[in-house]
């Protein structure tokens, strides 16, 4: 297949990351072409002339916009170039099939393709009905455009089905999380912000990273303990500017695990430029906001390794001010800092009490206390032996107090006694 490609070029200000997008799709760039504007049917007829030349003298097939194109500029151009021109979303989800792990993955990149197709395919339910015939390389073969239009509609709901299946299961597993008493911490951010390489460094996984964008592509967790909380951690897909609605919704499963985070972690690369930090942190709270999360942020400004000079992180430092009260500067790859990111992680889903019960062997729910109380303290959580029960010690978390309230376990040391309790709660 051939996948040389001439490349429009419409907002130069993002062409960095386009053509890193083009790259990872697979394309390699022949020729740019510079659009200063569209006019209302696409783009000018000295444009066009332009692609074409530029088409002939490199032999390439392929003509990608650096934006998301109209159905029915799409339809034109391609009617006068004899391929249809690609844009910027249809590159995104080529990058997302060749990286597709999973059958939810799966699902969503043909949900978001449909999505597309319908747009396309409305259009041409117009042009037909106005009298114009569709053109042969976006014609549907030998399906009526309607018809055609229908059975998108059809497989769209289809996958639309399958997905919520999906989701349904993901509903009962935080729920048992929640039962269970993990914390969600969700690690989100730009792609190539360095969520992968941080999730390592917390989790001591290897996952993959890489300079790429889009090298994560679906939702990855692992179980880790920080302080008395049990959580359950993260790795999401990477955000990108103007990534459209429908895109969002596509994709909203593996994203809805942010929605219902207790907190997140938002990676930024402070190696970029200013503006970059800048755009792209407003993008970021743009996308949260749309994923209707609305609890504590951790700003994490990572990659401080390759910044030699203080200073330069002074502006930065008040950007992030602006947005959260918290924020750090870490190394995710040289694992510079990290102790302070968890500290201020604690600080947020807060730091343990120490208490001392005391727990009968003649309670038949004896183990799944034992159980509850491990899982809701630190790493010092300790047992010792006396008789018929089991002394336990530690810092537990506020589940913990409650369910030793509750249970009327007896209580040594860092609580008033039980009974002591209920007299406080009858007066
Ligand atoms: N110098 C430096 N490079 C880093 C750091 N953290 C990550 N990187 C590099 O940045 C690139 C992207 O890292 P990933 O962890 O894959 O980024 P990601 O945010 O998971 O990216 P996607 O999954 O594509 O959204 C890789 O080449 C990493 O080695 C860091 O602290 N310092
Ligand atoms: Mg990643």
Redesign the pocket.
């Known amino acids: 297949m051939n996948k040389r490609a001439i490349v429009v070029v419409y907002k130069r200000e993002s062409y960095k990351e386009f053509e890193s997008l083009v790259k990872e799709a697979g394309y390699e760039i022949v020729g740019i072409v510079y659009l200063r504007r569209f006019t209302s049917r696409g783009i000018s007829d000295y444009k066009i002339n332009e692609i074409k030349s530029l088409m002939e003298s490199t032999g390439a097939e392929n003509v990608i916009f650096d934006t998301q194109l109209k159905p029915n500029y799409i339809y034109n151009i391609a009617k006068e170039l004899g391929v249809e021109p690609k844009d910027r979303l249809e590159i995104i989800l080529e990058i997302f099939k060749m990286h597709s792990p999973s059958k939810e993955a799966d699902l969503q990149i043909k949900l978001a393709s449909l999505q597309i197709e319908l747009a396309r395919a409305k259009e041409r339910v117009k042009l037909a009905k106005l009298g114009e015939q569709p053109a042969l390389v976006l014609g549907p073969g030998e399906y009526e455009v309607d018809v055609y239009y229908n059975e998108v509609k059809r497989r769209i709901q289809n996958i639309k089905a399958k997905l919520e299946e999906e989701r349904k299961k993901r509903e009962l597993h935080r729920e048992y999380r929640r039962k269970r008493g993990f914390r969600t911490i969700s690690i989100a951010?730009y792609?190539?912000?360095?969520?992968?390489?941080l999730f390592n460094a917390l989790t001591g996984l290897n996952r993959r990273?890489?300079?790429?964008?889009?090298?994560?592509i679906s939702t990855k967790f692992s179980i880790i303990k920080i302080g008395v909380w049990d959580i359950y951690l993260v790795d999401t897909?990477?955000f990108i500017t103007d990534l459209p609605p429908f895109m969002i919704n596509a994709f909203y499963s593996t994203l809805e695990e942010i929605t219902y985070s207790d907190l997140v972690l938002l990676?930024v690369d402070v190696?970029e430029p200013y503006d970059y930090i800048k755009n792209k942190l407003e993008a970021s709270y743009e996308i949260l906001r749309k994923l209707n999360y609305n609890g504590n942020v951790v700003i994490v400004g990572?990659?401080i390794?390759?910044i030699n000079n203080i200073e330069y992180l002074k502006p930065i430092e008040s950007l992030f001010n602006s947005y959260s009260n918290y924020y750090i500067f870490i190394?995710?790859?040289?694992g510079i800092n990290l102790d302070g990111l968890l500290e201020i992680i604690e600080d947020i889903l807060g730091r343990g009490r120490y208490i001392k019960v005391r727990v009968s062997y003649s309670n038949p729910n004896w183990y799944n206390i034992l159980d509850y109380l491990k899982r809701n303290s630190d790493r010092e959580f300790s047992l010792s032996f006396e008789n018929d029960s089991i002394i336990v010690e530690g810092l537990f978390n506020d589940r913990a107090i409650e369910y030793i309230k509750k249970n009327r376990i007896e209580v040594l040391e860092g609580l008033p006694h039980a009974e002591d309790m209920d007299i406080e709660a009858e007066s």
């Not at 792609?191 to 390489?197: A, F, H, I, L």
């Not at 990273?209 to 994560?216: A, V």
């Open positions: 951010g792609t190539s912000s360095g969520k992968t390489t990273t890489g300079p790429e964008p889009f090298t994560t897909i990477g990676v190696s990572n990659k390794d390759v190394s995710a790859l040289k």
